[in-house]
């Protein structure tokens, strides 16, 4: 990536994290980027963060090549009107995760479809608002566009270059497949999230001190933001809905079966099980396609400055190249479990180079 947005102008609406994120990234493409958001704060933080400057009030000096509509998906509609009718740019996105609902309703207000190409880049973070964003969120990270059957091809280029300048793979897809799609792959699996961390209002302190990494893989989503997901699961409702029905039913057997006690009914628990471990590896690897079969490498590091950078010095000077880590914390002392991840014929020599520096690493006999 260069500077291929060099000379743009862009409008961001809306400095939250997915504005603020495409604006620092625009900027270091060579963008002019000007912001502006009905929270005053949001926009003053990622104005002194680099993001852009701050649009002036009134009408623009000229429309911006494009502008990004980073607002929650109730919201995009009435914002792109507005933005129409004050000629804030020539053409016109969205960052919202719920495409068909926008549409209709940019549609029914009379909005120009024409310029208008709605997108969801599939990137984020449990953590929300400008503080949280980052140039290279993108990075890698499929970003879907649902033009409608009027949007322009000019339109459809500009985003499009837009998306592969801040790092990401455009996608393009329908509307309602990608509802769809995120319903079963983001917004349900937020919800089944929040549950499980639902239970743990009620956890004594015993059972939260035994909390391991799984529970913490499992609950991280549900950090987000209930305002935002309230607002992206009203405008995605059906298709969320159905894949929660799935799932109850999943679980509601599981727990008749586990009820029942008998050895015969707990074994079919592990048809779900199964199912589990086909539909997990099918999540594409590293690098899009299968997943690649990793050797995980554990080590104990000790909680302090430069042990992390010690680690994965000693990796490279092994010639080894981690695919993936993991940090399990250790409660109550100051050491953690590193997992790093890597080429199955390197785990060995990766497990030698690190004892012999003297991490403990177990599990994993001496090399030689």
Request: aromatic share 2%; proline share 7%.
């Amino acid at each position: 990536m260069n500077d291929e947005l060099a000379g743009l102008r862009i409008t961001v609406v809306g400095t939250g994290l997915i504005g603020t994120s495409i604006a620092l990234a625009a900027r270091e493409r060579g963008a002019e980027v000007l912001l502006t958001d009905r929270d005053a704060a949001a926009l003053e933080l990622a104005v002194e963060l680099g993001a852009g400057t701050a649009l002036p009030d009134g009408a623009p000096d000229g429309p911006a090549d494009l502008a990004v509509l980073a607002v929650p998906p109730a919201a995009v509609a009435v914002t792109l009107l507005d933005a129409q009718k004050r000629g804030l740019a020539s053409v016109y996105t969205d960052v919202a995760s719920v495409k068909a609902l926008p549409l209709a309703q940019a549609a029914e207000l009379g909005c120009d479809m024409s310029v208008f190409v709605p997108g969801h880049p599939l990137a984020g973070s449990e953590r929300s608002g400008p503080g949280a964003a980052r140039a290279d969120l993108f990075l890698g990270r499929p970003w879907a566009l649902t033009p409608g059957p009027k949007t322009g091809p000019e339109a459809v280029a500009r985003v499009t270059a837009l998306a592969r300048a801040c790092g990401g793979m455009p996608v393009t897809v329908d509307a309602a497949e990608h509802d769809r799609a995120v319903a079963l792959v983001s917004h349900g699996p937020h919800v089944v999230s929040a549950a499980v961390a639902a239970r743990l209002t009620g956890a004594d302190d015993t059972a939260l001190g035994l909390a391991g990494q799984g529970v913490r893989d499992v609950t991280r989503i549900a950090a987000g933001d209930p305002k935002l997901w309230i607002g992206i699961l009203a405008a995605n409702a059906q298709p969320v809905a159905d894949v929660l029905e799935g799932v109850a039913t999943d679980l509601a057997v599981a727990a008749s079966l586990l009820r029942d006690g008998s050895e015969g009914a707990a074994a079919h628990v592990a048809d779900l099980l199964l199912r589990g471990n086909a539909g997990r590896s099918r999540i594409p690897g590293k690098h899009g396609g299968d997943q690649s079969a990793y050797t995980p490498v554990q080590v104990v590091i000790p909680d302090r400055p430069g042990e992390l950078a010690m680690v994965f010095q000693a990796a490279g000077i092994a010639g080894v190249n981690i695919e993936d880590v993991t940090i399990e914390h250790s409660p109550g002392r100051p050491l953690g479990v590193l997992e790093l991840s890597v080429a199955p014929e390197a785990a060995d020599r990766l497990a030698d180079e690190l004892r012999a520096r003297g991490w403990s690493v177990p599990g994993r006999p001496t090399g030689g």
